[in-house]
Nanobody, 115 residues
Framework: QVQLAESGGGLVRAGGSLSLSCAAA????????MGWYRQAPGKQRELVAS?????SDYYMDSVKGRFTISRDNATVFLQMNNLKPEDTAVYYC???????????WGQGTQVTVSP
């Protein structure tokens, strides 16, 4: 089993920066791709960024050039710069199992960007 513990988040004004981190514990050998999803009120959860074990990354279009995902073994980071009010959401850390169709989720952390 794998547990994901997030930290970071909070309230920032538009144009500001925040950092999120997520540390995995447990069966770390089972962890494949790690990433961050977000869910705003009344909207579906969406993939923000992800990074594979070998460092290949993905970003949703709206955060390209502003967010940077990085990884140190079983800890994943999300540096968010030039934040916009539309980035306001609960951000969830995610990891998938290397071999099984199974997802691990963190508890979520609130990011609020004021105009």
């Amino acid at each position: 089993q794998v547990q994901l513990a997030e930290s970071g988040g909070g309230l920032v004004r538009a144009g500001g920066s925040l950092s999120l981190s997520c540390a995995a514990a447990g069966s770390l050998f089972n962890i494949g791709t790690m990433g961050w999803y977000r869910q705003a009120p009344g909207k579906q959860r969406e993939l923000v960024a992800s990074i594979t074990r070998d460092g290949s990354d993905y970003y949703m279009d709206s955060v390209k050039g502003r967010f940077t995902i990085s990884r140190d073994n079983a800890t994943v980071f999300l540096q968010m710069n030039n934040l916009k009010p539309e980035d306001t959401a609960v951000y969830y850390c995610h990891a998938d199992h290397r071999w099984l169709r199974y997802d691990y989720w963190g508890q979520g952390t609130q990011v609020t960007v004021s105009p």
